[in-house]
């Protein structure tokens, strides 16, 4: 497990303020940091954190989606999509630092307008701009976001969307049993 590089960055100034203060934990502080950065438990450059992880997200409103995906690409923040991707989550597909798991789905369809059932063509011109080219080209071929029901909608497996080019999420550990 890798903790958020911002706690070495923590436990590196601590130790430099125990230093400086001459404190008797500046030794073992700093022996703490090394020894940690080095078993690479904590992480001093700017490697990329696995913060969010999607098992169950069947979609919302396109606007709260997007800004989520704004501010994820402009973080270091890692995306692990794991599960059920529906609807308006599928545009996380368009980060720049998403993975996807093999047996992760996502189910494809047309963008409503806010609170009808009637199609939002601009909506979902916008959807089709956000995911990456491999995708964009797939949903076009197959009039995947043509379609407005989870019933009718279009869905690809993470496998299938390794096979066009997304990044395979590590396989996460077991965790560790409790008795």
Do not use: K, N
Not at 32 to 38: Q, S
Not at 50 to 60: H, K, L, P, S
Not at 143 to 162: C, K, N
């Amino acid at each position: 497990m890798r903790l958020v590089p911002i706690a070495c960055a923590v436990a590196l100034a601590t130790s430099l303020v125990y230093s400086l203060l001459d404190h008797p934990l500046r030794m073992p502080a700093l022996a703490a940091v090394f020894a940690l950065c080095a078993a690479g438990l904590v992480t001093l450059a700017g490697e990329r954190v696995q913060a969010f992880e999607i098992v169950e997200d069947y979609g919302g409103t396109l606007a709260a989606y997007r800004e989520e995906a704004r501010r994820l690409d402009a973080s270091r923040e890692e995306l692990a999509i794991r599960g059920v991707c529906a609807s308006a989550c599928t545009i996380f597909l368009g980060l720049r630092r998403v993975c996807v798991a093999p047996r992760a789905v996502f189910w494809f369809h047309a963008a409503r307008l806010p609170g009808a059932a009637a199609p939002d063509p601009l909506a979902t011109l916008e959807m089709l701009s956000l995911y990456p080219p491999a995708v964009r080209d797939w949903a076009i071929r197959t009039h995947a976001l043509e379609r407005l029901d989870f019933d009718e909608a279009a869905s690809l497996t993470g496998e299938e969307l390794v096979r066009m080019g997304a990044r395979r999420c590590r396989r996460r550990e077991a965790p560790a049993s409790r008795r």
